[in-house]
């Protein structure tokens, strides 16, 4: 098994760093070097954790710990106007982003107003293609209890809002509701701590129900295979042309146009069509892959 880390050094020496990374097994997932200073998203088998935190003081560099690295959260506001963003979403995305995820700002088309709220199926598949997803609801407690139907999806959810504590059937987390300033309050500060570990506790129990039957392939493993075998990746201006899952990854290519080529990586003695399930997303209409479990590709 793969752990997923952060690590912030100078550019002294790097190259030699990255060598040891690739000598050991592991894959660097994202890099960013500005100025004199490197930052990197790295994989890392996990008996290669502490020989990496040695390994990094000597080159002045220092390893930070991210529970969320590898995963896709969906932050979700019952709509795009000024009265639902910016400022309370906006924050909660750049808070997670702290921890290693990569969030996605997601506003519902019909999700404002008590009587009249309602989620659309493709608003519902596409917050689905995530891992976990934060709803970023007001601060009125009848508001929030007649729309309890939002949060009906099957993937984990995490509910913040206004109220400290809230009746509903979802973790809840409090003193997170709308606001007309950023979110620098001691309590308000607390409360997003509060929020990311319960998104922690949450993604820890998902993973602990992947490792009973894990993918055929780690996801980091497959976003290798991908840049090494379909050079398109590379002409991708994102910042992250493939966004790594718990349980598969995010292509920023078109679908139409690069699903065949996709589908035929070879990936061991696989084929990846083989492995996995191979779809269109509800995100600008790119590739989204779902590995399949070991299991399943044993017994076929």
């Known amino acids: 098994m793969y752990e997923i880390i952060r690590y912030e050094g100078g550019v002294y020496k790097n190259n030699i760093l990255k060598e040891w990374i690739e000598d050991v097994g592991g894959f660097i997932i994202q890099e960013h070097v500005m100025q004199l200073d490197v930052y990197m998203t790295i994989a890392l088998p996990q008996n290669e954790i502490e020989n990496f935190k040695i390994e990094s003081k000597k080159y002045k560099g220092k390893v930070v710990e991210t529970p969320l690295a590898g995963t896709e959260i969906a932050i979700v506001a019952p709509s795009l106007s000024r009265h639902h963003l910016p400022h309370t979403a906006c924050d909660i995305s750049e808070f997670v982003r702290r921890f290693g995820a990569k969030p996605n700002m997601i506003g519902l088309s019909h999700g404002a107003g008590k009587?009249?709220?309602?989620?659309?199926?493709?608003?519902?598949?596409?917050?689905?293609?995530?891992?976990?997803?934060?709803?970023v609801m007001g601060n009125f407690e009848s508001c929030l209890l007649d729309k309890t139907h939002l949060f009906e999806v099957d993937i984990p959810v995490v509910i913040t809002g206004g109220p400290e504590t809230l009746g509903i059937?979802?973790?809840?987390?409090?003193?997170?509701?709308?606001?007309?300033?950023?979110?620098?309050?001691?309590?308000?500060?607390?409360?997003?701590?509060?929020?990311v570990n319960e998104i922690t506790r949450l993604i820890d129990r998902k993973r602990e129900e992947l490792s009973y039957d894990p993918p055929i392939i780690p996801p980091v493993v497959l976003k290798d295979e991908l840049e090494k075998q379909v050079d398109e990746i590379f002409n991708i201006l994102s910042?992250?042309?493939?966004?790594?899952?718990?349980?598969?990854?995010?292509?920023?290519?078109?679908?139409?146009?690069?699903?065949?080529?996709?589908?035929n990586v070879k990936v061991g003695k696989y084929l990846l069509k083989d492995i996995a399930y191979i779809s269109k997303?509800?995100?600008k209409d790119y590739i989204l892959v779902k590995i399949k479990p070991t299991s399943e590709v044993i017994e076929n």
């Open 115 to 135: 009587d009249i709220s309602l989620i659309k199926e493709k608003e519902k598949r596409l917050i689905e293609e995530h891992d976990i997803a934060v709803y």
């Open 169 to 195: 059937p979802y973790p809840y987390v409090g003193n997170l509701g709308r606001r007309a300033h950023r979110l620098r309050h001691s309590e308000e500060r607390q409360a997003l701590k509060k929020m």
């Open 281 to 283: 997303s509800e995100m």
């Open 239 to 263: 910042p992250m042309p493939i966004v790594t899952q718990l349980d598969g990854l995010r292509i920023k290519l078109n679908y139409d146009t690069y699903h065949e080529k996709i589908e």
